[in-house]
Structure formats: C-alpha cells, structure tokens
C-alpha cells in the first residue's frame, strides 16, 4: 500500500502526463485500506460483516464496469475501416504548446494524412479552438502541418476554431458541413482521434445527431502514456453517458 501511495504522489507531483493514474493509486491505496478497516471490523462484529459484504460487491461491480468499459475502448481504438467509403472527414484537435503540435495531436495529424491519401476527393473539417497555453488554434496547427502546394487540394479544407470540447468539435463542424451541402444524419463521416478516444468520440457524434461514423485511430508512440489515457478515457465514458 505504502508503494502505491509514493508511486501515486510522484506521478502526481512529476510533469509526466500520467496525473489520472497517479490519483488512481491514490485512490485504489485508499480502497485498500478501507478493506483493512472493514475486514478487522467484520471479525468483531456482526455489522461490520455486512458492511464488508457490501463493499466487497460494490467493489466486484465497479471493477467489472471498469473491465467492460476497457474492452469497448480497445475494440473502437483497434478499429480498421480505412476500405470504406466515407462522405466527409473530422479530424479532432488536442493540445497545441505554444504554436507546437502535442504528441496527442501530431499523431492525429499523422493519422489524418495517411487517411487522406487513400480518400483524396472529400471534405475535410479540422476543428479545435485555442485554449490556455495556445498561441494558435488547435485547427491552425493541423491546417499547417497538411497544407499542400496545391489550391486544390487544400481546398477540401474547413476550419472549425471555435470549439472548446469534443462535443462542440462535433456541433460547429456539422454545421461546416451541412453548409457544403452534405446531410450529416445519412452521410458517412470519419473521424481522426486517439485510439483510446474513439469510443467516446463515436458517442458524442451520435448525440450531436451525426448518422454513420466510423472511426480512424491515432496512436501515442508511448504505451505507459497509453495506458494512462485508456484509464481516464474510462471514467470519462461514464461521465458523458450519465451528465452530457
């Protein structure tokens, strides 16, 4: 338990990328202990073996969400569509240093390009605003690392710089969209985000009233900032399905 708290601490109080899996030691530290508690407790008396009883369930039930929630971000985030026809593209921003690219955006870029080649005559929305720390939209930094030489070609691109979160991506992008003539709620539209956001993203498009999407993954060159991501993206599924 002891390890876990100092593993947690230090990945909270380090800049590495990985504070939500240093509050999930903390947290799982704490569970543990509460069990402790419970568990000498329930040898002394009749009430706290039915407290421990109902822990132990509360606890199988959220492991077994958690695990079930994991397996659906794997499935979206391994996903191959790149053969299907598709109307449109949307790809999602993330965090701009400065005028920099993150590593959670390059690699959507990244992925964004190589889609792009294999579907050359579609629109292409790239939608993010400027957030703290920005000196340019996150749909800046993405317009420029995909320009061409060629009007024609960068043609094809929207801009979408007023969003502030994956829904709003979704919602100012629509509008982008249907204002090129397309009907969202029939046409097939791919989206570029991180492996780990697919299912989420797929989520909040249908909420937004998009028909088809199909997701195209982006991975981060680093599996521990991988893992971490999967673990929060779990409780953020569970946020959106509940609150938004």
Known sequence: MGLLVLL????IVIPNGMRFTGWFLLGTAAVWALGLLLGRWARRSG???ICLRLFSFGLAVGLSCLISIEILLLRHGEADHSAVPVDAVIVLGAGVNGETPSAALWTRIQAARAYLEKHPDIPVVLSGGQGRGEDISEAEAMRRALWSDSQEANARYLMEERSTNTAENFRYSRELLEQRGLDTETAVIAVVTNDFHCFRAHMIAQKQ???????VPAELPW????ANYYLREAFAVVKTALFD
Do not use: E, P, Q
């Not at 947690?8 to 990945?11: H, Q």
């Not at 599996?223 to 991988?226: E, F």
């Open 223 to 226: 599996w521990w900032l991988t």
């Open 8 to 11: 947690g601490l230090g990945l």
């Open 209 to 215: 009233g998009f028909g088809t999407v199909i997701d």
């Open 47 to 49: 009430a706290g073996k």
